[in-house]
């Protein structure tokens, strides 16, 4: 797929990149009035008197539809690679899996030398730009910050400021929540752990090389668990 392709390359670059998506219709229910029949000379029998009907009983309610299937992930650790020139920057960033192996989010805390601290996220194509990002953390029922999307080529990305309140938010947190509106206009939540996040950050940077055979690993044991492809329909 190509978007499988673009994302896996993204997570295989090197960390460091340029910080650059009724009225419900009411029927009119007529009413006609039958004339008055000649009343003859002798007076009819009146008619029995029968039970009115009931009404209608209103039509049974339709089956809920089922749900969508949830989408399960599976998260590589955050880890922190660190480049020295031209300036050193710092980037932990962790990679969000479809079951598959394709990639579905991908989270980068950036920490350039003499500039702002920066969490990148880059989310598969396929996104309405105009609704951007989300973030929220743990179980808040409000977003923690908003951004727009600044570029949708390889990925779809937002960058955030990272403040102090952030960062200390992130360390203690257990769940990184990336929310967006695919063009489905369905929302998509991209669930990232925060387990070893702050060791990752606080800690000594992994050698890129190690790190590249450590995703290479990673996706050929996904390869091997991966479902069998469904067979063929024959003609």
């Known amino acids: 797929m190509m978007m499988g392709a673009a994302m896996a390359k993204l997570s295989c670059q090197g960390a460091r990149r340029a910080l650059v998506t009724a009225l419900a219709a009411l029927a009119a229910i007529a009413f006609c009035a039958a004339a008055d029949a000649q009343a003859p000379a002798t007076k009819p029998k009146p008619a029995p008197k029968t039970a009115p009907k009931p009404p209608p009983a209103p039509p049974a309610a339709p089956a809920q539809a089922a749900a969508p299937p949830q989408l399960q992930f599976i998260t590589t650790p955050w880890v922190k690679l660190c480049e020295t020139q031209p300036k050193k920057i710092c980037v932990t960033r962790t990679l969000l899996r479809t079951q598959v192996g394709a990639p579905a989010a991908l989270a980068e805390y950036a920490e350039p030398e003499g500039a702002p601290k920066i969490l990148r996220v880059t989310l598969p194509l396929g996104m309405l730009l105009e609704y951007g990002t989300r973030i929220l953390i743990d179980q808040q ?53 925060l387990a070893n996040f702050a060791k990752a950050l606080e800690g000594p940077a992994t050698d890129p090389k190690v790190y590249e055979e450590q995703q290479k690993k990673f996706q050929e044991e996904l390869q091997k668990h991966a479902p069998a492809p469904a067979p063929a329909p024959q003609q």
């Open 141 to 193: 029922q409000q977003p923690y910050a908003t951004a727009k999307f600044v570029t949708c080529l390889e990925g779809c990305i937002t960058f955030y400021q990272v403040s102090d309140d952030l960062q200390d938010k992130l360390k203690k947190g257990q769940t990184l929540y990336i929310q967006a509106v695919n063009l489905n206009n369905a929302p998509m939540s991209f669930p990232l752990p």
